[in-house]
Nanobody, 121 residues
Framework: QVQLVESGGGLVQPGGALRLSCAASGTIFSISNMAWYRQAAGKQRDLVAVISRGGITNYADSVKGRFTISRDNDKNTAYLQMGSLNPEDTAVYYC???????????????WGQGTQVTISS
């Protein structure tokens, strides 16, 4: 059994910053890509940033230069440092990870439950 648990969401004023965390737990053998997605009310879920096990990153154009994704492989944890936040960043942020469990020995995508990020004055 694998779980992804996000934390760090909340309400912040425009121009502010937040750091999200995503901790994976369970019978994990290996984690390849870890990613953050977001879904605003009434919209589809979109990729925000992704990081490979080796640290190669990719970002949505809308967050380039403002957000930084990182990970700690020893802790099975990914982070999303968000800065210069604006109301358009308001969404539920979801963690996604491709995980190989000790039993399955194939990679499977897992999702966290999501954490709300609200940017408002």
């Amino acid at each position: 059994q694998v779980q992804l648990v996000e934390s760090g969401g909340g309400l912040v004023q425009p121009g502010g910053a937040l750091r999200l965390s995503c901790a994976a737990s369970g019978t994990i053998f290996s984690i390849s890509n870890m990613a953050w997605y977001r879904q605003a009310a009434g919209k589809q879920r979109d990729l925000v940033a992704v990081i490979s096990r080796g640290g190669i990153t990719n970002y949505a154009d809308s967050v380039k230069g403002r957000f930084t994704i990182s990970r700690d492989n020893d802790k099975n944890t990914a982070y999303l440092q968000m800065g210069s936040l604006n109301p358009e960043d308001t969404a539920v942020y979801y963690c996604n990870a491709n995980i190989m469990t000790s039993q399955a020995r194939t990679f499977k995508a897992y999702w966290g439950q999501g954490t709300q990020v609200t940017i408002s004055s």
